[in-house]
């Protein structure tokens, strides 16, 4: 048990020697510039449609005006952002990746209504035995689950979140490994808990329920290998891009931690097939 808690250190703190001090700043920098983009481009197209315009500013013919001499800078400034194709094609993977994340969510979202949906058990206590409530639910989950059928069928996606689904878990595995380590370092727990005893005590308790958790997962070979398959693939993506920033997914993910890089990798890879 020890000596796994020990490996999953020695590869987490790769991980985290990895997600470069430097890197963070420009991913921020792209993530930013885009940002900026899509409200440069929002503001361009309000300007260019004058139904829009009038329902925006009530009619008043002087703040279209001064909004559309504003936007005539935006059109300008974003010329030239349009301009840098490095920039357009980090955007649009940025795009993509923050698109499929939330699909991700979606879908899981839509699948524990689905498995309330079905359980009536669930559904009385829920919606305190109110058929109507009931009824307007399931309705409405029969329509979601439409939805999540053509998710379901969309592999790349599928194969994006299932990725996502074992980073979590990869990176719960580092948080969990930390609180057991540390509910074997006395100077650690007197310093945090300010030498209450109590506090101490508890957290201890805590943390040998947490190691039974750690063990489990730690115990699902697969899931190890891939944590180290990942954590390994961040290390070469967070280093490429700290030395000289070509990889745009890697710049990209550096800002969401390592084990995103790594998962950004893995996902370049997919979503080229
Ligand atoms: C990051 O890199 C830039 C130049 O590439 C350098 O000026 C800066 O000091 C570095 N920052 C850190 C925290 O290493
Ligand atoms: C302008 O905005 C209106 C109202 O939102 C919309 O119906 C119309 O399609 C837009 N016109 C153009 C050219 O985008
Ligand atoms: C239009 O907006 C300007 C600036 O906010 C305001 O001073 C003016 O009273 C408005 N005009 C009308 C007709 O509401
Ligand atoms: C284009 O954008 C990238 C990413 O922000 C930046 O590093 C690069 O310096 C820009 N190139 C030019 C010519 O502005
Ligand atoms: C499948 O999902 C990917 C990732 O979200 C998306 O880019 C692509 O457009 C989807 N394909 C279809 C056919 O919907
Ligand atoms: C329905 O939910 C209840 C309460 O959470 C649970 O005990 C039961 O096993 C569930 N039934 C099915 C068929 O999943
Ligand atoms: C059930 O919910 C509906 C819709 O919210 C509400 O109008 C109705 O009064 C509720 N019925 C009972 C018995 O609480
Ligand atoms: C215990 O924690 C202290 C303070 O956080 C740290 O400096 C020390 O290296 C830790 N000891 C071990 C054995 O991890
Ligand atoms: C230690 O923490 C417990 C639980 O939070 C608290 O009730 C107690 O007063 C604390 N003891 C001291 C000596 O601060
Ligand atoms: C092991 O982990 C993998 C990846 O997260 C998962 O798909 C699989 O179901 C797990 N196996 C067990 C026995 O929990």
Do not use: W, Y
Not at 18 to 44: F, I, P, R, Y
Not at 66 to 95: S, Y
Request: charged content about 20%; hydrophobic content about 40%; overall charge positive.
């Amino acid at each position: 048990m020890q000596l796994t808690n020990i490996f999953v250190s020695a590869l987490l703190a790769t991980a985290v020697s990895a997600k470069g001090h430097n890197g963070t700043d420009k991913a921020q920098s792209v993530k930013s510039q885009c940002s900026q983009m899509a409200k440069l481009t929002a503001e361009t197209k309000l300007a260019a449609n004058d139904t829009k315009l009038a329902q925006h500013f009530d009619n008043n013919q002087t703040m279209i005006d001064a909004f559309k001499t504003k936007a005539a800078d935006a059109q300008t400034k974003l010329t030239t952002m349009e301009a840098n194709t490095t920039l357009t094609a980090e955007c649009a993977v940025i795009q993509a990746h923050d698109e499929a994340v939330s699909a991700c969510g979606a879908m899981s979202s839509i699948e524990k209504m689905v498995s309330l949906a079905a359980n009536d058990t669930k559904l009385t206590t829920k919606f305190d035995g109110n058929t109507t409530k009931i009824d307007a639910f399931k309705a409405k989950v029969a329509d979601a689950e439409a939805k999540l059928t053509t998710m379901q069928a969309n592999s790349t996606l599928t194969s994006f979140c299932s990725v996502q689904a074992t980073i979590s878990q990869c990176k719960e595995m580092s948080q969990l490994q930390k609180e057991v380590a540390m509910a074997s370092n006395e100077t650690a727990l007197a310093t945090k808990f300010k030498g209450n005893d109590t506090k101490i005590a508890d957290f201890k308790a805590k943390a040998a329920k947490t190691q039974t958790k750690l063990d489990a997962l730690m115990g699902n070979s697969t899931l190890m290998d891939t944590c180290s398959t990942l954590t390994k693939a961040g290390t070469t993506g967070a280093s490429t891009s700290t030395n000289n920033a070509k990889s745009p997914a890697a710049r990209v993910e550096i800002a969401g931690g390592v084990l995103s890089v790594a998962a950004f990798v893995v996902t370049l890879g997919m979503l080229a097939l």
